[in-house]
């Protein structure tokens, strides 16, 4: 609240400070032109003017006095600028704190249309911006309409919106303050009390409903939250089982190809193996022995002293890896498997011929 030493100060502040600064003050021009975030701004200002612990300083309290000024003005437009205004006569100096006083404490429509004239020819660019947001009220009044009331000459009061009710009340302890002249404000003190009692409670009812509104939007946030955590898992899921069926596609195509290879160089093999049987046997006719001298037919040692890479058709360069594969590739087209059907002698000449294999591929290692 005001100290009486601070009234001056504030009264000075109010009466200087410009609508460009109204209206960056705590964003209140761009929440009124985007509609949202206004609850927000009046329980703010509430907060500002009833502080009691001296947290904010004298501008805020005099920006805060001028936007909750503002809406009240505009939440009573069709009264402000009712068509038959009054005569009323004002002793002294008349500044923007005296005149808001006066109007929110007119008793009577003529007397506040009279007053709100006033205002409008003293500060004609906060008028036009109340026009503006009376109007924004209007076009949002079946949605955002109130339950009201009417004084006792008549006169339509809008819904108890939470800045102005604490508004108001920041306007009775200015009366306290500073009485205005020829009792202006309302005398009846028991039933000015039993109203701010009442509108307390029904701003104590809203702060209810909206802390509950925000308890559950809080809740609906985690729960996206935890089902965008799970989107996240599944995609990264799904990403993880993508890569394996890559790396699988690879290996396969990898073992096709090494298959393929082997089975071109079996056949190949299997044709030079042939032709060799047909020459053994043809000897072996001509000798008139039943088989033929394995050794001298497949000329083993020639083949054990010949250089290991050139029996292995390997290059010089050649890696453990490439021995390796090479080596099976031997073993798998001189499996005794393959010679089951054939002659005893093709058999021994393929394990022989095996042995000279493997020890080219030990020279080489070594």
């Given at each position: 609240m005001l100290a009486e030493a601070e009234f001056a100060e504030f009264r000075a502040l109010v009466e200087g400070q410009s609508l460009r600064h109204l209206r960056r003050y705590l964003d209140y021009g761009k929440r009124v032109r985007q509609a949202s975030g206004l609850t927000e701004l009046h329980q703010w200002l509430g907060r500002i003017l009833l502080d009691r612990e001296a947290v904010y300083g004298m501008e805020d309290k005099a920006s805060a006095f001028e936007i909750g000024a503002c809406e009240w003005f505009?939440?009573?437009?069709?009264?402000?600028?009712?068509?038959?205004?009054?005569?009323?006569?004002?002793?002294?100096?008349?500044?923007?704190?005296?005149?808001?006083?006066?109007?929110?404490?007119?008793?009577?429509?003529?007397?506040?249309?009279?007053?709100?004239?006033?205002?409008?020819?003293?500060?004609?660019?906060?008028?036009?911006?109340?026009?503006?947001?009376?109007?924004?009220?209007?076009?949002?009044?079946?949605?955002?309409?109130?339950?009201?009331?009417?004084?006792?000459?008549?006169v339509v009061l809008?819904?108890?919106?939470?800045?102005?009710?604490?508004?108001?009340?920041?306007?009775?302890?200015?009366?306290?303050?500073?009485?205005?002249?020829?009792?202006?404000?309302?005398?009846d003190t028991a039933q000015r009390e039993l109203e701010?009692?009442?509108?307390?409670?029904?701003?104590?009812?809203?702060?209810?409903?909206?802390?509950?509104?925000?308890e559950r939007a809080a809740t609906?946030?985690?729960?996206?939250?935890?089902?965008?955590?799970?989107?996240?898992?599944?995609?990264?899921?799904?990403?993880?089982?993508?890569?394996?069926l890559r790396e699988e596609r690879s290996r396969r195509i990898r073992l096709e190809r090494e298959s393929r290879d082997v089975t071109q160089e079996l056949a190949?093999?299997?044709?030079?193996?042939?032709?060799?049987?047909?020459?053994?046997?043809?000897?072996?006719?001509?000798?008139?022995?039943?088989?033929?001298?394995?050794?001298?037919?497949?000329?083993?040692e020639n083949l054990a002293q010949m250089d290991p890479n050139r029996l292995l058709g390997l290059p010089v360069?050649?890696?453990?890896?490439?021995?390796?594969q090479v080596r099976r590739r031997f073993a798998a087209a001189f499996h005794s498997d393959r010679t089951s059907q054939l002659s005893p002698w093709v058999g021994e000449l393929f394990d022989q011929l095996l042995g000279v294999v493997n020890a080219a591929?030990?020279?080489l290692r070594r």
């Open positions: 505009a939440m009573h437009w069709e009264q402000l600028n009712h068509p038959e205004p009054g005569v009323v006569t004002i002793a002294g100096a008349v500044d923007k704190v005296l005149l808001i006083r006066l109007i929110v404490g007119a008793t009577s429509t003529g007397e506040c249309a009279a007053l709100a004239r006033l205002f409008s020819e003293r500060y004609g660019r906060t008028w036009a911006w109340v026009r503006e947001r009376a109007t924004q009220l209007a076009e949002n009044e079946a949605a955002d309409s109130a339950p009201g009331g009417t004084t006792e000459d008549g809008a819904g108890a919106q939470p800045v102005t009710i604490l508004f108001t009340r920041f306007l009775e302890q200015l009366e306290k303050l500073d009485p205005l002249p020829g009792g202006t404000a309302a005398t701010a009692e009442e509108r307390e409670e029904r701003l104590r009812r809203e702060v209810a409903a909206t802390t509950d509104r925000a609906r946030v985690e729960s996206l939250t935890e089902e965008l955590n799970q989107l996240r898992r599944t995609a990264r899921d799904e990403r993880d089982n993508g890569d394996k190949r093999l299997k044709a030079e193996y042939l032709k060799l049987d047909a020459r053994m046997r043809d000897v072996a006719q001509r000798d008139g022995r039943p088989g033929p001298p394995v050794g001298n037919l497949a000329e083993l360069d050649a890696t453990e890896a490439d021995l390796a591929c030990d020279r």
